[in-house]
């Protein structure tokens, strides 16, 4: 996955560091590149799949009542592709210029999936979780008709929290989460063993898919030899469920946030063991 045109930053924390990305490669471009960048060695390990819906229909009759609903809420890149690429195929015009809907974001991903896809995105959360995208524009939405596009594995919180709110929610699946169907628990094995140095998650299905594949009890004992990222709270504390306590977690899903916590994990530890003279091992903060 190295690019050898790529300029390499040997003052990095990450510099020489084996770090295993378990998000899907097609996610993953901007990612690698960066800590590429930084002399990191990226290794692709996924641990999700995408798939569309079985039945298209609910989400057909939605994209053709596009215009009517007040918000479309994103909570995902996923989301936003899948929607744009099921408009395509079936000629709705979900782009004609009109004030309605209004579109929001989870969070930079999110976002700059709905930009590239053609939409115009009215807000972004600042906190960039569903519950707090309901939070902050609990106003707008209170007494609206609101689409919420989103896996069949997705959160229940945000869906009731809009309820909460007086909402009229329109919740369809737009997209299947799965198991991986090409990663196995060899695989597994042989990537995540003490040659690596970091794993990133970037979803709770992911730390899910995990350990049905190696077991709770090997997923947690992966803490003594590698440092396990998260990116966000939700996917940490699926982590955390699963017995891991010693989490670094990243402060948005962005590529910048999660070289950021893993630098500064590397650097503290870098700097631990100079002042010790021992090797420290795992990460170092839940």
Known sequence: MADSAA??????????HRIV?????????????KLERRGAIPISLPLVAFST???????????????????????????????????TTTNLGILRPS?????????????????????????????????????ELAQQLRNKSVFLPRSDRA?????AALKKLGANVTEVVAYHTLPPS????????????????????????AANNLAD???????????????IAAVGPVTATALRDHGLT????????????????LENYFANRASANQSTGSHASGATHG
């Open 7 to 16: 300029p390499r930053n040997a003052a990095s924390p990450l510099f020489g």
């Open 21 to 33: 990305i378990t998000r899907a490669v097609e996610q993953s471009s901007d990612l690698v590149t």
């Open 53 to 87: 819906p079985e039945n298209f229909a609910p989400l057909d009759a939605a994209l053709r009542r596009w215009h009517e609903f007040d918000w479309v809420l994103f909570t995902s890149a996923n989301a936003v592709q899948s929607v744009a690429q099921r408009a």
């Open 99 to 135: 004030s309605r809907p209004q579109v929001a974001a989870v969070g930079p991903a999110t976002n700059d999936a709905a930009t590239k896809a053609g939409l115009h995105v009215a807000h972004v959360a600042k906190t960039h979780l569903g519950i707090a995208l309901a939070e």
């Open 155 to 159: 959160n229940p919180d945000l869906p």
């Open 182 to 205: 090409n990663v196995d628990r060899a695989r597994v094995t042989e990537v995540l063993d003490e040659n690596s140095d970091a794993a990133l998650f970037f979803s709770p299905s």
């Open 213 to 227: 594949l190696i077991g709770r009890e090997a997923l947690a004992q992966l803490q003594n030899n590698i440092a």
């Open 246 to 261: 010693n989490v670094i977690t990243a402060s948005d899903a962005t590529a910048d946030a999660v070289i950021a916590a």
